[in-house]
T-cell receptor, first 113, second 115 residues
């Protein structure tokens, strides 16, 4: 089944403890992106990647890192999480940028205490 | 900068009645517009998109959207609502003139369809 898989789906952590949210797609998509969803703010883009080893900042990149060493994987790294990073995170991919439709993962709910 | 606005936080409609979820956009070039739906505890799912061509776009689950360039709007519609349509709906836009760098989402509109 074509899908975007995120892990973990739920995580409670403490301030400053590094964590990684993994994202993997099995559709050979070139484009991948991370969003965070917050009440009243909708979805905001954190980082995106147009292909392997090509990444760029979205609207809210502060406090996050990403890497794209393989086409299928696009992990989101929080080096030192803070409470304002408590959010619902979505990974998405599409064949290419432009007019292509995004396929979303099921989401990762992160709570930072 | 490109943006979309969804002026209603929530829309309430009775089952069987027509529904409209509003979206207006602002871009510097030609807009590529999308509607996505989010059911509880799920990721967003694609409903429909407008690239060029007919102003009325048909999508999944009986939804359609009308592109209006003069009013810079892209409202989502359905002739007869179902209880199962209750979900969170997001409008989104890509700006062709910025090289498709970003897909910008609205803040979402919660649709509640009552039996």
């Amino acid at each position: 089944e074509a899908q975007v898989t995120q892990n973990p789906r739920y995580l409670i952590t403490v301030t400053g403890k590094k964590l990684t949210v993994t994202c993997s797609q099995n559709m050979n998509h070139e484009y991948m992106s991370w969003y965070r969803q917050d009440p009243g703010l909708g979805l905001r883009q954190i980082y995106y990647s147009m292909n392997v080893e090509v990444t760029d900042k979205g609207d809210v990149p502060e406090g996050y890192k990403v890497s794209r060493k393989e086409k299928r994987n696009f992990p989101l790294i929080l080096e030192s999480p803070s409470p304002n990073q408590t959010s619902l995170y979505f990974c998405a991919s599409s064949l290419r940028q432009g007019t292509n439709v995004l396929t979303f993962g099921a989401g990762s709910r992160l709570t930072v205490l | 900068a490109q943006s979309v606005a969804q002026p209603e936080d929530q829309v309430n409609v009775a089952e069987g009645n027509p529904l409209t979820v509003k979206c207006t956009y602002s871009v510097s070039g030609n807009p590529y517009l999308f509607w996505y739906v989010q059911y509880p505890n799920r990721g967003l799912q694609f409903l429909l998109k407008y690239i060029t061509g007919d102003n009325l776009v048909k999508g999944s689950y009986g939804f359609e959207a009308e592109f209006n360039k003069s009013q810079t709007s892209f409202h989502l519609k359905k002739p007869s609502a179902l209880v199962s349509d209750s979900a969170l709906y997001f409008c989104a836009v890509r700006d062709a003139n910025t090289g498709f760098q970003k897909l910008v989402f609205g803040t979402g509109t919660r649709l509640l369809v009552s039996p």
